[in-house]
Structure formats: structure tokens, C-alpha cells
């Protein structure tokens, strides 16, 4: 009886040693796979930029968890909002994001992602290490992503750039819109951006 609980033991603990070690590369594999697509086609001269733009916003709204980011991006203030203006922000912010990820396509200079390494926070978290090489000069950026398990997918939420979180400055401006024009001012100005880009 003791034998069988050892072995036992011994296969749970392996079986959560390889669950925690695939998640890690699974999650460096969507960040690897992700930046080296996105690439091919910014650098692909056949596809024109217009319909560049849409492929690279559909990647983006796979990969990232836009939905959860918008909530967060929100913060506080999400309480003060009713149903209505939540189902409203959600759809506009979804528009946003898409936008505001194929906008940067014109500041894209040949760079290379490198994933370098992970760590697993929790069961459902791991923190994804690149850095971003620039061909031109050699210089490199450090890029953490933060990836989430969420309904057994694996989403992005949140990029930190040489230790400045993306999700966290837009929340600081979303939060200083709202303090100085309301909802129906954020929603402008979302509007608007999208409106330009």
C-alpha cells in the first residue's frame, strides 16, 4: 500500500512539473510565433498597407485579451457606469485597440523579437521575457509580456516595455480623460482616433 502512495506521489508531482513546464513554452511559443508572423507580414512588399493594417488587427484581437484589458483600462471607474455605457465602451474600446496596434505599422523599422525566457507566476499566469533587437544599430529593448490562461487559451494582457507597463499608462489616461470630460468625453476621444486611423 505505502509502495502504490509513492508512486502515486511520484506521478503527481511529475504530471504538475510538465503541466507548469508546457505552459511556460506554450506561452513563449504564442509570443515567438505571434511577433515573427506579425513581421512577415509588415515586410511582405505583395500585400498593400491598407489591408496590412487588417491582418495585423485580426492577429491582434486573437492573441490579446482585449476584452479584459478594456476593463482594466477602466479601472474605478467601471462601478460608476451602467450597463448600457459598459456594453457601449467595450465595443468602441475594441475598435480602439485594433486601431491603435496596425497605427504603428509606419514606426516599424525591421526589428527582431527574441524570446529569451518565462516564469510562471500562478496556474493561470506566466511572464514571457524578449527583448527587441533593432538591425540598424544593434540596440535592444527589454519586452516582458504578460500571458494568461483563460478558458484553456492563451491571451495576452499586457505588455512592459524596459519596466513600463502599457496596460497601466493607458489606464493613467484613460483615468485623467475621465476625471476632466466624463464618459461621453472618453468615448470621444476614442471615436475620434479611430476616426483618423
Known amino acids: 500500500m505505502l509502495r502504490k502512495i509513492f508512486f502515486l506521489n511520484i506521478f503527481f508531482f511529475i504530471t504538475l512539473t510538465f503541466n507548469s ?6 506561452a513563449e511559443q504564442l509570443i515567438q510565433s505571434t511577433t515573427d508572423n506579425a513581421k512577415k507580414i509588415i515586410l511582405d512588399s505583395n500585400i498593400k498597407i491598407a489591408d496590412k493594417k487588417k491582418k495585423i488587427e485580426a492577429i491582434a484581437l486573437d492573441v490579446v485579451d482585449v476584452d479584459g484589458l478594456g476593463r482594466f483600462t477602466l479601472g474605478s471607474s467601471r462601478k460608476d457606469l451602467n450597463e448600457t455605457q459598459l456594453k457601449e465602451y467595450a465595443e468602441i474600446f475594441r475598435v480602439f485597440f485594433a486601431k491603435n496596434i496596425s497605427s504603428r505599422l509606419q514606426n516599424y523599422s525591421d526589428q527582431n523579437i527574441k524570446v529569451t525566457g518565462s516564469k510562471k507566476i ?27 490562461n483563460i478558458k484553456n487559451k492563451l491571451v495576452i494582457r499586457d505588455l512592459v516595455v ?36
Open 21 to 26: 513546464y508546457s505552459f511556460e513554452k506554450e
Open 122 to 148: 500562478s496556474d493561470n499566469y506566466v511572464l514571457v521575457n524578449s527583448k527587441m533587437i533593432s538591425k540598424k544599430d544593434n540596440q535592444e529593448i527589454k519586452i516582458d509580456w504578460r500571458v494568461f
Open 162 to 197: 524596459e519596466g513600463l507597463s502599457l496596460a497601466k499608462t493607458q489606464r493613467e489616461e484613460f483615468s485623467s480623460i475621465l476625471a476632466s470630460k466624463g464618459f461621453d468625453g472618453l468615448i470621444a476621444n476614442l471615436n475620434d482616433f479611430i476616426s483618423k486611423n
